[in-house]
């Protein structure tokens, strides 16, 4: 991902890490072509055109790609352990997420989130998976800021996962949500999500929500609870389960 | 996880791990109540009934659970390294897969597949999980053997990255898989899968698989190529999210 403009002959060079990449990685020399890409601009096909020691240049030739955008989907999550916090941000990047906002719920065990160690992880999985853009990482705020005037018109699925809690009964209904992808198929007034508009996820923390902010949650109108199956879920695990059924029935995944 | 017989009044020794994680990460004592669970006799309340330095004795009381099978979900898996081969195996456990088989493609990087270490993984994370049954996990075979006498009416799933061979033709159509929902909502003759029988599924190492051999599996009638979407996935995602895809399109999750 290359921060400067991308036009046919530009000349440019290229930042420590991707001059490492090229030359120590790929082992790529003077002449040889490499890709290059970012948000605005698309991909582009480029030259190797000096190499010294420690920096690398390289000159635009031709566009390969025109610059697609992630969709409109915006992944909430309480920050869990470092380490699956870490794989949360990895995968969420390469299942095409636009934006991870950390939110802080009642049983978040909070370790505190590290944005540009998080914002590192996103880029290099951007690269990885190519994307031509890196998602947004907003600081952690509370679950209760995080939905404080939210876009009725936007729907938010969360996983709902079947704790001790289950057989409780919120407005009449037994607790327990339906599975996601009947959810997902049926009409949400005031929510049009199948018409392509922006949408939102949440996974909670291991410990899943209380009582309390389930009520809440199930409150507003926007709100899409999912059930994951009959299984217990890992935090990074239900992201990954969530983010994928979403993207297959709602998102760009459905061409192929 | 318990190897003993469970019913009402059975005195069973914890082995020792089991032991451990009872008397020292849940801190529980001589008359505290226990869940315990195997795959023959579901899951049983019971009750610490003596506790020494090194063991622990519960006494069972009560089954609260039916056993119940993992669905019959079978995933093939190229082994990658070391790290993500154990979490494709954490994960398929947690996503409820009855079998696992690494298969050995021809861009596989065959690392060492330790069967003993999977195992306890697997263990483990059905232990996490809650499911009742770990997964079980075979010898690494040869692709092309893991095919040989493939039941015709099992379908096989495979996820069809479309590489820098995707423009190419397959048999008269285009290389590009459908969307993987698209796919599973198609009859298969001669499969019948949403009756909800016995399904595999197939994911390839991070180069994906070769020209020669997506024509191998294109030409069997029960090999279903699905596509994950525009990005690029590393292996150990497009594990979690075609299982997860496909656990909601056919299986245990559509019962909510």
């Known amino acids: 991902m290359i921060e400067e403009d991308l036009a046919a002959g530009a000349e440019i060079a ?51 790609c025109e610059a697609r955008a992630a969709p409109d989907l915006e992944l909430l999550f309480a920050p869990v ?39 590192a992880i996103a880029r290099e999985a951007a690269e990885q998976t190519e994307r031509f853009d890196a998602p947004e990482i907003c600081e952690a705020v509370s679950l209760v800021r995080a939905l404080d005037g939210w876009d009725v018109a936007r729907p938010l699925i969360y996983a709902d996962e079947a704790g001790d809690d289950a057989s409780a009964t919120w407005g009449g209904e037994r607790g327990r949500a339906r599975p996601i992808l009947d959810q997902l198929n049926a009409p949400h007034p005031p929510t049009s999500p199948q018409g392509g508009g922006g949408v939102s996820v949440l996974i909670g923390p291991e410990g899943g929500f209380t009582p309390e902010e389930r009520r809440m949650l199930r409150s507003f109108p926007y709100v899409i609870p999912v059930s994951l199956g009959p299984r217990i879920l890992r935090a990074e695990t239900a992201v990954i389960a969530a983010l994928s059924v979403i993207q297959a029935a709602w998102g760009d995944w459905r061409k192929g």
Chains 1, 2 share one sequence.
Not at 53 to 61: F, L, P, S
Not at 81 to 108: C, F, H, N, S
């Open 81 to 119: 352990k470092r380490q699956a916090t870490d794989l949360i941000v990895e995968k969420a990047t390469e299942l095409g997420v636009r934006r991870l906002r950390p939110v802080i719920t009642q049983r978040t065990i909070a370790e505190t989130v590290r944005l540009d160690r998080l914002q």
């Open 14 to 64: 290229l930042e420590e890490g991707h001059a490492r990449h090229v030359g120590t990685v790929l082992r790529l020399d003077v002449g040889d072509v490499v890709r290059v890409f970012n948000a605005r601009d698309g991909e582009w096909r480029a030259r190797v055109s000096g190499k010294t020691k420690r920096g690398m240049n390289v000159r635009v030739e031709e566009q390969l």
